[in-house]
């Protein structure tokens, strides 16, 4: 009888470690926002002005707007009236410390109306420096990362967000994002909008 106690219990013990180590590899990891702008703060088709953010007008006399649809709150750029036949518009981040929070990254959803053409003439591009000193953008050296989102297309139904996710466990240092719009507000082919919503920094704890 002792003897088959003593097996059962060696039993029940290596099934529980076995199974501590199995669930120890299975743990999803643990994420951390950092920083979030969820736009909930807009006064709808004001420039957009929140702390921390830089919002330039590079070509054109507009610049991002904060917008509100349904409750929700989000910055969007739409060149339509503006006059300009070529509106570039930066919507700059505040600064991100990759140094202080490795494993990190970013996530955010863009949407778009209007847009009747896949191209350079009508676009947001994701942008990433690490010598912008939170003033002189045209004398930072600016990486293009949209490859890495999901930038909508003429294809997707207006309005609907699409939602991105970029690793920046690679890189270390002093981080801003931006999100560039170029577009027209002459010419009815390239007069499409760009809307940015949900931009978060995070972190993998493990």
Known sequence: MKTNILKTTLAALALITFGCEVDDTALPKVTTTIMKEDFQTATNNTDLDIAGW????EVGTLKWKEKTYSGNG???FSPL???SPINLAWLISPELDLDANPNSGIAFKVAQHHLDVDAEGNSLKVLISFDYDGTNFATATWTD???QANIPTKSVAWYEFKSSKINLS???GKAHIAFKFKGSGTDTTLDGAFQVDD???FK???
């Open 74 to 76: 989000y910055a969007e």
């Open 199 to 201: 931009f978060i920094f």
């Open 54 to 57: 830089v919002n330039y007008n």
């Open 145 to 147: 990362i949209t490859a």
């Open 170 to 172: 690679n890189y270390s």
């Open 81 to 83: 009236n503006s006059g």
């Open 204 to 206: 993998q704890d493990n």
